[in-house]
């Protein structure tokens, strides 16, 4: 995807943009810009393909701030002992967007349903945390606990999907997976909040494009198994 190009080079530059001048300032900007983006995809799509890849790398430029700044701002509003629930609900936003943009007349159910119980499970991780460490639980405990299911939860899934027989038991462990893995949200994310508060946006910006290069690597991968 041309969007994950332009997402894997601004996500550490944004990040010590953040550390910098604020999250609040940084994410305005790009709210501002990907914004744009959006208004000009139609254009672009009308008028070529290369018009259309550029505004989606374009796009991914400027939302390559949102989680860095999200990350800078919670470690600086919130305590140590709230941070995974607001983090939750912060996460939970990013979901439901994704679900609201499912066009359900030309996609199944299926395909908004596990960004929706994303969306609950990394809340009830984030609160799950947050209770783990207001009833005394060392942090790193925590940490480590949230993020062992949110590693181990969903390989089991797609280990149990290569066995699935039939549509609907696919889309159910798939469902899982996705699930379990915004355990990872009261993992390694605030991980990162808890190590170096004061520069968590350039440190969630060098994880997050870690984890973008995996995902352009797999996207071209699986296009040529698929091809």
């Given amino acids: 995807s041309s969007f994950l190009w332009g997402y894997i080079f601004s996500s550490v530059i944004g990040g010590a943009l953040v550390d910098r001048y604020g999250g609040k300032r940084v994410l305005a900007w790009g709210v501002l810009l990907w914004s744009l983006a959006t208004l ?8 070529s393909t290369i018009a259309l890849l550029a505004i989606r790398a374009f796009f991914g430029l400027a939302e390559g701030v949102a989680l860095p700044s999200m990350s800078t701002l919670l470690s600086r509003w919130f305590p140590n002992n709230e941070r995974a629930t607001a983090f939750g609900i912060s996460m939970a936003g990013f979901h439901i967007g994704n679900v609201y943009n499912v066009n359900l007349k030309q996609a199944a159910w299926f395909s908004a349903v596990p960004w929706a119980t994303m969306a609950i499970s ?3 991780a984030g609160t799950a945390s947050d209770f783990l460490i207001n009833a005394g639980y060392p942090t790193t405990f925590v940490r480590k606990f949230m993020q062992t299911i949110g590693f181990i939860g969903p390989a089991v899934t ?3 999907l290569n066995y699935a027989n039939t ?4 889309a159910t462990l798939l469902t899982a997976a996705l699930s379990l893995s915004s355990f990872s949200q009261a993992g390694f994310m605030l991980n990162i909040q808890d190590i170096a508060p004061q520069y968590a946006g350039t440190l969630h910006g060098i994880s997050n494009s870690a984890g973008t290069l995996a995902a352009i690597i797999s996207t071209i991968g699986t296009g040529d198994q698929v091809l």
């Fill in 122 to 124: 990394g809340y009830l």
């Fill in 40 to 47: 000009l995809t139609p254009l672009a799509a009308n008028h």
């Fill in 158 to 160: 797609l280990i149990c």
């Fill in 167 to 170: 549509p609907t038991m696919a």
